[in-house]
């Protein structure tokens, strides 16, 4: 069977992005995940690693990506690379991106996104880290000068300077959609959202493909514990297809053109990869209409909340 980590997508640019990529949010030790990437990358062939300065994991992704270049085991520029600007840099994602660039190990990145639509006060924590300032009681700090279309127009610039060869977004509405395609002119490459059988979003799933916008589902399995992978149609189709839960997950998206960012830690799993089939239409729509009475969303981080998304909490 054909492996999923083959197939692609136009973006708006005219590169091709590959629609399976690999999630690399990480809450193993750092050996773990790097075996976990480099399985991905040489067995099971993924040519799409999805990061960001949050995670903290592009040092340990630009090594695996080197040893593995140097080795002849891959050739890391065949690997399409994404990383992300977290909202304490919404007003200086050079400086964000010049972090990224060295970690990583690269001289520019396939795609470049805004990672939320807001934007926090570059304080540092009681641990001395920056990213997420909160006051002695606990709230967020977020920058009230801050506006996440500055931030837009910044990735924009970033892109014409050579150091992302595309530019995109994350967590964004409709409305902030045709707000920064008003104001700039230019209509983002992609808008990386959490999309699954429980949150098939179909609104701005139609908004986005009338634009040409390429969506991409992070959280693909419903995060920590995979929840997605126990919907009753989702295994009566594995069963079906003789696949896994997952592969049924993955074809869903891959079927509706929308890029999926699956992570895993377990190797064994991994190195199987995920095969391609061709799911019927009906039972694309099936897995939509699913989402449409059950809808669920996982991750509810709260910075999302109030920002005018579906089914939040
Ligand atoms: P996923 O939805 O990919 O789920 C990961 C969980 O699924 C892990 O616990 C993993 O366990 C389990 N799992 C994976 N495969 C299987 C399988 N075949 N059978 C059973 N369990 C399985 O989680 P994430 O929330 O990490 O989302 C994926 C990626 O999306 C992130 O890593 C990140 O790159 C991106 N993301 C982006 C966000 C944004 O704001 N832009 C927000 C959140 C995520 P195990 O390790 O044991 O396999």
């Known amino acids: 069977m054909t492996s999923a980590s083959s197939v692609t997508v136009k973006l708006n640019t005219g590169a091709e992005i590959p629609l399976l990529g690999f999630g690399t949010v990480s809450e193993e030790n750092v050996e773990t ?7 991905a990358l040489v067995d099971a062939k993924y040519k799409h ?13 630009g090594e695996v990506l080197e040893s593995l270049d140097k080795s002849g085991q891959i050739k890391k520029d065949d690997i399409f690379i994404t990383t992300k600007v977290w909202p304490c ?30 934007c926090f006060q570059k304080v540092e924590d009681s641990n001395g880290r920056v990213g997420l300032p909160k006051d002695a009681a606990g709230n967020i ?23 992302a060869k595309a530019i995109g977004v994350s967590n964004f509405t409709i409305e902030m959609l045709e707000r920064v395609i008003k104001e700039t002119n230019v209509v983002p490459a992609c808008n990386q959202v959490e999309m699954h059988p429980h949150l098939p979003q179909l609104d701005l799933y139609n908004y986005c493909t ?30 079906k297809y003789d696949v896994t839960p997952a592969d049924i997950i993955v074809n869903y998206s891959i079927a509706k053109k929308i890029v999926i960012l699956p992570r895993s830690s377990n190797v064994e799993r991994i190195k199987k990869g995920y095969k391609l089939i ?20 996982f991750v509810n981080d709260p910075w999302g909340k109030n920002l005018g998304f579906e089914h939040w909490g």
Do not use: C, M
């Open 89 to 118: 840099y919404w007003n200086d994602p050079e400086n964000s991106v010049e972090i990224s660039l060295k970690n990583l190990k690269l001289d520019k990145v396939d795609l470049l996104l805004q990672h939320w639509p807001v």
């Open 33 to 39: 995940f790097k075996e976990a990437l480099t399985a």
């Open 49 to 61: 690693v999805d990061t960001a300065w949050w995670y903290n994991t592009e040092p340990y992704i």
């Open 210 to 239: 009338k634009k040409g916008i390429v969506l991409e589902a992070f959280s693909p399995f419903g995060s920590s514990g995979a929840p997605n992978l126990k919907i009753p149609l989702v295994k009566e189709l594995a069963s």
């Open 278 to 297: 061709s799911l019927e239409k009906s039972e694309v729509e099936a897995l939509d209409q699913f989402g449409v009475a059950h809808p669920q969303r």
């Open 141 to 163: 700090l977020y920058d009230k000068d801050g506006d996440y279309l500055v931030t837009y127009k910044k990735l924009l610039k970033l892109k014409d300077e050579g150091k």
